[in-house]
């Protein structure tokens, strides 16, 4: 039987990079898989281009939210599974597996249904352009349909995450990029269908994704029990994947929704701002990647360590993944300030839509630096199950500083882009030191305790 990747022992760096870079690996392909749409539209879109390019840009933006309350819920998974690994609990953590199936299931149908239905609802609050609103709805109601297999690829990511198992997610996003770039040739490039054909390719790779990562996990031993019989609703176990995962989940939806409130408002300032967006809105995926490979490293190893009753390692292992991937962030703050228009010059050739992209991707550019700090922290908390905390600071951060600041910047006359997007990183402030003075407590807290 395989053996789950082992944290509470060893060397606390190579374990914890061995484990990131995968991650890393599967992140950056799932943000080509996004990218990819909007990259495609841009470069084949012709005379539509720019309507293209926007009605992509919004469309992708909402299906990232569903994705992201997913994942957030699946972390609950994966918290959950990682603890009872930790613990060597392998017997129970195949029932909670098995359990989670049956919630992910139930949660795969209301999200479909309820997508398709609002579609067109959803691009009006988003102010989608009325140039662009037609392909909008499209691109939203297409993708909807494949919302079941955004779930699926979410439980198998959190369950191999929560073993210690980075190389199957990567395995899994792999496929599914590979197909969707072929999925846009030819149905983007090939037929000329625009926004649709980009949805379309999206779906029918996250489809064939999934069915082959299930043809290929039956052939592999796993590192717990499980079998059909697990499979089964037990309320415990459901209950308590919820209460580690919602706030996660409502953090995430809430913190999107603060990013889709600023896209509404660049997209009233018109046609050629939303597309600049939506580009540099694409780049700083990219621009993310480390960070948020380590917050997801940092939540699995964290929570074996809490299992094992090991929080110094924790802590140790919280302060490597900072400084690595801060590492990251100085190379690529540095290229997304100075540098900015030959990013998003990658995924449009209209020159104002290039020049509107890099001067929102300078804000970005401070923000790399910040959240090197805050998402370590944010999956140190996750890991050790304090997931209400993480959703109150995310929350202070989007309601009190992100969304006011970038409306009253985009009130001021002659407002930039860059103006604009400076909320994102005066928000990170604001979470950080939430982060710290929380942090600073319960070492306290700790140290007083018996």
Known sequence: MKRAQNFVEGRILPSLVSFALPVLLALF????????????????????????????STGSQIMHTVTLV????????????????GAGQRQEAGQIIGSGIWLFSGIAVVTTIAMIFTAPLTAQVMHAPEAAFSQTVSYITICSAGAVFIVAYNLVGSVFRGIGDSKMPLLTVFIACVLNIVGDLVLVAGFHMGASGAAIATVFAQAVSVLLSLLIIRRRSLPFDFSARDIRIKGAYIGQIMKLGTPIALQDLLVNISFLVIIAIVNSLGLTESAGVGVAEKMCGFLMLAPSAYM?????????????????????????????????????????????????????????????????????????????????????????GRTAFVMIQGIMGAFCVRIPMSYFMSRQPDASLFQVGLAIPMSTVVQILVCVIYFARSQRQSASTP
């Not at 799932?30 to 992509?56: H, K, N, P, R, W």
């Not at 997913?70 to 690994?85: C, D, N, P």
């Open 29 to 56: 392909l799932q943000t080509m898989y996004g990218a990819v749409d909007l990259l495609i539209v841009g470069q084949f879109g012709g005379e539509l281009a720019e309507v293209y390019v926007s009605a992509v």
């Open 296 to 384: 997801q490293s940092m939540s699995a190893f964290v929570a074996q360590n809490f299992g094992a009753g090991k929080m110094d390692r924790a802590k140790r292992g919280m302060v490597c993944g900072m400084a690595v991937s801060f590492g990251f962030g100085l190379l690529l703050s540095y290229l997304s300030f100075f540098h900015g228009a030959l990013l998003t010059g990658i995924f449009a050739k209209d020159s104002q839509i290039v020049l509107a992209g890099a001067d929102y991707l300078k804000a970005y550019a401070i923000d790399t630096l910040l959240v090197s700090f805050l998402f370590c922290f944010t999956g140190y908390f996750n890991g050790c």
């Open 70 to 85: 997913i994942t957030g819920l699946s972390m609950g998974l994966t918290v959950f599974v990682g603890t009872k690994i």
